[in-house]
């Protein structure tokens, strides 16, 4: 016997191996000898096999497949019986239409070499327009959120100076002024004043503290002495050194 | 507006672009109705050919992209790294052409006119941009379907899917030509 | 080769480029002496210019680059989503903060209580309408004190300013205590 070396041509799947022996054999998709071409498909299975190829399912399944027809083509048909369809008309549609596809990508094919001819560029950077969204996702829970953020962010500022205490007066920080205004002016008028006078008429507690923090500022100014006597404590009024308005400002040096 | 005006509009908004601008993008940048920017366009893109000028206006589906004209790639090459890319294998451009002629489809779809498993040539493929999964299937699972894409019609030079070939126009051959053939 | 060729090749290579090209370069490919393709690139510039296209060649050193013409950046930019830009800031939020429960405030009292500048942030809530200045200080240089608006009230949702959830105690006296340095 002759001996033929050939390589194993490799197929996209059953349909495909089909396709190639169908051709092969020079017949027509619709009249397909089924003897000869399962015959040939299982030959092909087992050259596989041969040449250590993994068979996958989906060539049994077709193999399968063509046993079937193959035993429903040998059955005899008996007169009378209504004519069957023929069992090979629905591998033939499947081919047909697998073999239409085949036909596309090679079509495909020659699309692609003409679509390589063409170039396009990049897109240019572009700045976006802005659009402000609307303010209606915002809620008062960000406020409140924005609140404790700077609560936190001032906890960590520098330690809490001493005139912090002037937080006792509240909001009135005005008063505070005011009251050594008020002081200086009834101290520079009567020279002196008992330390209770300056409580007379206050009408609340933050007063009370403005006005004491107006007296211990004016001790710190040097404008203001004080003196037990038998009347208690007096306050003296010391003449101002520097000439010039009051300035509340330099106190603080 | 001026004719003049929007087709210089158009022209640099394909520039800038690069990339496809659909026909109803450019015809609300230039604040004039479809049809009459569709005619501009469409008048340009000929003036373009006509004059065998560098670039071209091509369509993609419903959208103009500005290209190089074919007839330069050869110069052009030589500036531009081309996008050389291993060609397509068989497998891959049939599960290619079975998903151009009969999108949306899912993977189970193809694999039944193929008569295989296709996952490598699908991954490949949404890899490469050319197709691309548009939803799911109402059905058990909810399979994938997948389409084509815009790149999909430059790459293959594709006006767009409707001026494919019929797909009953590819000619199954005939076994009496075929053995004329193997005759010869 | 004819002068219409070249300028083709000159704009396919300039338009797939999308970058600067040297005249050298464009000389060599065109295979054209450098001082012609100088005159051809200016002719087809100048050509450009002279119809008012979308797109003009400029020229980068010894370099050739193909652009848009600024003339249409507005209709160009409408073809990339806009920026949504959060209207308020983290630092015109917290300013804003400030002024609802403090109010009326001065620019210098915010300053104390956050430790920096807040000029933008007060120009851009003035901006948005959420505050408006309500009068001066009686203090040196006689600074403007702001306020909520109508509007503030209207984009919180709420019905007036006390309304606003109370905050801790921490919370009030530390930059109540800041803003009364602030006065000083």
């Known amino acids: 016997m002759k001996q033929i070396s050939f390589k194993l041509e490799i197929f996209e799947g059953p349909l495909d191996l089909l396709l190639h022996l169908i051709s092969k ?109 609307s303010l209606t996702d915002i809620t008062v829970k960000h406020l409140v959120d924005a609140m404790a953020e700077i609560a936190d962010k001032l906890r960590y500022r520098l330690p809490i100076k001493a005139k912090t205490f002037k937080g006792l007066v509240g909001r009135e920080i005005i008063s505070v002024f005011s009251k050594v205004k008020a002081v200086l002016k009834s101290l520079s008028n009567l020279k002196k004043i008992r330390f209770s006078d300056i409580f007379k008429g206050v009408k609340s507690r933050d007063e009370a503290v403005a006005s004491f923090l107006a007296v211990l500022e004016l001790i710190k100014m040097n404008r203001v002495k004080v003196v037990n006597s038998d009347e208690g404590v007096v306050l003296k009024y010391v003449k101002n050194t520097k000439e010039g308005a009051l300035s509340f400002g330099d106190s603080q040096d | 507006m001026e004719i003049r005006r929007i087709e210089s509009i158009i022209e640099a908004v394909l520039f800038a672009s690069g990339d496809a601008v659909s026909a109803e993008k450019l015809s609300e940048i230039t604040q004039t109705d479809i049809n009459t920017l569709r005619s501009v366009v469409t008048g340009l893109a000929d003036r373009y050919t006509y004059e065998k000028r560098g670039i071209k206006i091509i369509k993609v589906g419903d959208k103009y992209q500005m290209a190089t004209r074919g007839e330069f790639s050869e110069y052009v090459r030589q500036i531009v790294e081309p996008r050389r890319r291993n060609p397509l294998s068989k497998a891959t451009l049939e599960v290619l052409a079975i998903i151009a002629y009969k999108q949306p489809v899912t993977r189970v779809m193809i694999e039944k006119i193929r008569g295989v498993n296709c996952d490598n040539s699908v991954t490949r493929l949404l890899e490469l941009g050319l197709i691309e999964e548009t939803g799911k299937l109402d059905a058990p699972g909810r399979p994938s379907l997948f389409c084509t894409t815009d790149e999909f019609l430059r790459s293959f030079a594709i006006d767009s899917i409707s001026e494919l070939p019929p797909i009953t126009e590819f000619i199954i051959e005939e076994p009496v030509q075929a053995m004329e053939e193997a005759v010869e």
């Not at chain 1, 399912?57 to 023929?86: R, T």
């Open chain 1, 25 to 133: 054999n020079k017949v027509s998709l619709y009249d397909i000898p089924i003897s000869d071409i399962t015959e040939q498909y299982m030959d092909y299975l087992s050259e596989m096999k041969h040449f250590d190829i993994e068979v996958s399912s989906e060539f049994l399944v077709v193999a399968a497949n063509l046993l079937y027809i193959k035993s429903k083509m040998l059955l005899p048909k008996y007169e009378g019986e209504q004519e069957e369809d023929d069992p090979r008309t629905e591998l033939a549609r499947r081919l047909e239409e697998y073999k239409r596809f085949k036909e596309a990508a090679v079509y495909l094919m020659e699309r692609e070499a003409a679509g390589s001819h063409t170039f396009y560029k990049m897109r240019e950077y572009i700045e976006p327009r802005l659009i402000d969204e």
